[in-house]
């Protein structure tokens, strides 16, 4: 469209995890048995969430991670993002989500992510303590 100029500025999106999809394969690679049984059976993935960065601290991005999550009806949730994105890393523990793993090579070696959790739709327990990240050092 000629003399049309249009911008996204912000989206979110996710879906439910279904055993041998791509990603979730990359994901339940880096997992135990336990964790992929808990984290990965009634699951939703979290897959993106961006905000142009003229609307970066206004709250859209919690509004936005809000909104997604409560359409689903999943029992729980993941997501992955680099190590080093700590704007995404502080909003995704002030929302409750909780490292699953850390420097988890999902497509390689060169680019770490972190693999967090999120229980959804009423499941209010403490997380058991051998589904969380344990810091091996």
């Known amino acids: 469209m000629q003399g049309c100029k249009r911008e996204i500025n912000w989206f979110a999106y996710g879906y439910t995890s279904l055993s ?7 994901i339940a690679n880096q ?3 336990d964790k992929i049984d808990f ?9 993106e ?7 970066k601290r206004l709250g859209v991005a919690s509004k936005l991670h809000d909104e997604l999550l409560e359409n689903t009806n999943c029992g729980t949730a ?4 680099a190590i080093k994105n700590k704007p995404a890393l502080n909003l995704y523990r ?22 967090m959790g999120k229980l959804l739709n009423g499941n209010h327990f403490n ?6 990240y344990k810091n091996e050092t």
């Open 94 to 115: 002030k929302k409750g989500w909780e490292v699953i793993k850390k420097d988890a090579p999902i497509i390689s070696k060169d680019n770490l992510q972190v693999i």
């Open 78 to 81: 993941v997501l992955t993002t």
């Open 31 to 33: 997992l135990s048995d």
């Open 20 to 26: 041998k999809q791509f990603y979730r394969e990359k």
């Open 49 to 55: 969430l961006a905000v142009n960065h003229s609307y």
């Open 127 to 132: 997380f058991p303590e051998q589904y969380k």
């Open 39 to 47: 984290w990965l059976a009634d699951c939703f993935e979290f897959v």
